[in-house]
């Protein structure tokens, strides 16, 4: 009786990738193009943002200032001004200093 050590070549569905080297490529480019559609946003309109996607892409702001920013602008309206920000319990100055490149005030 004779024991054979499989390789990588003999192996699913690594022998396919062995036939055929282009897969490899043709997987590693789809992945690769798709990085950018998973990457983090830039920036966010602060008036129609919910509390996930501004806690996500505002440094320094998580959940529970997203959520404030978005109960000022429910109750006082849409931001006029990015410095409008620093009226929110939380967000100060320095917050939106911080964010100056990621805040838009309309899409």
Do not use: W
């Not at 920036?43 to 129609?48: H, I, L, Q, R």
């Not at 109960?71 to 006029?80: D, K, P």
Request: charged share 25%; hydrophobic share 40%.
């Amino acid at each position: 009786m004779s024991s054979k050590t499989p390789t990588l070549d003999r192996c699913p569905p690594f022998h396919l990738l062995s036939r055929l080297p282009g897969v490899a490529a043709l997987l590693l480019a789809g992945l690769l193009s798709a990085a950018p559609a998973l990457a983090e946003p830039d920036s966010v309109n602060v008036n129609t943002a919910d509390a996930a996607t501004l806690a996500e892409v505002l440094q320094g702001v998580g959940m529970s200032r997203a959520e404030a920013i978005v109960e000022y602008r429910r109750q006082h309206g849409e931001f006029a001004d990015p410095y409008d920000l620093a009226n929110v319990k939380g967000i100060g100055d320095r917050t939106v200093e911080l964010n100056e490149t990621r805040i838009r005030l309309e899409d």
